[in-house]
């Protein structure tokens, strides 16, 4: 087999590990959400996605692997998303907007990965519950950079850094609270959640639809 023929195997190979761990933790999202973490056997997650019970310690070495690894990659992408989103240079009512319609698209595309972030974040190890709250500290003061931002312009009412930052958490309390509300369109509840979540930092409702701060 020539060189060319070896590489095309090996990445042909590593593009199936990384589907087959995708699965698993699609699975171990689904199974923790609907049972919780303590609940849940490594041998459930395997089976849900077709894996035996010792195959599964090709991926992760424990439940909580899995976990540290659902956890911390989820922060990893908010915290990275919201970045990119600051690092458009909208206008700040903009921004703020745009960061709200990012932290939904999580939402509603890992539902069950925000339930279990929510619910059993305490069962990480330390390592890995060290690192997600750093992250999210992070992510948090990304918002509130834009919400003072905001605020500054005459886009929001006054309020001080630490109330921006109240209200940042707030927000994050109701819409990461999503996931366990009754089934609702995508198309219905993307705008609603917006709404809800721009008067959770104190913009006006007829803001909603402003191009530009």
């Given at each position: 087999m020539d060189s060319s023929s070896t590489g095309a195997a090996i990445t042909s190979r590593s593009?199936?590990?990384a589907a087959r761990r995708a699965d698993l933790l699609t699975a171990a999202a689904a199974q923790m959400a609907e049972r919780g973490f303590a609940a849940v056997r490594l041998e459930d997650i395997g089976a849900q996605a077709g894996i035996s019970g010792p195959a599964m310690y090709r991926h992760f070495s424990s439940k909580?692997?899995?976990l540290d690894t659902l956890l911390l990659e989820i922060s990893e992408r908010l915290y990275e998303g919201g970045n990119e989103v600051c690092e458009r240079q909208l206008p700040p009512y903009s921004m703020l907007v745009e960061l709200i319609g990012f932290h939904i698209e999580v939402?509603?595309?890992k539902p069950d990965?925000?339930?279990v972030q929510d619910r059993d974040l305490s069962s990480l190890t330390p390592e890995?519950?060290?690192r997600v709250r750093l992250l999210?500290?992070?992510y948090v003061e990304r918002w509130v950079d834009v919400v003072q931002d905001c605020v500054t312009h005459g886009l929001l009412p006054t309020m001080?850094?630490?109330e921006a930052r109240i209200r940042v958490h707030a927000m994050f309390g109701l819409l990461n609270s999503s996931p366990r509300l009754p089934s609702t369109p995508a198309d219905h509840l993307r705008p609603l959640l917006t709404?809800?979540?721009l008067a959770a930092v104190g913009a006006d409702a007829g803001q909603y639809d402003r191009p530009s701060g």
């Open positions: 593009q199936a590990k909580t692997d899995v939402l509603v595309t990965v925000i339930v890995a519950n060290h999210q500290r992070r001080s850094r630490d709404a809800m979540a």
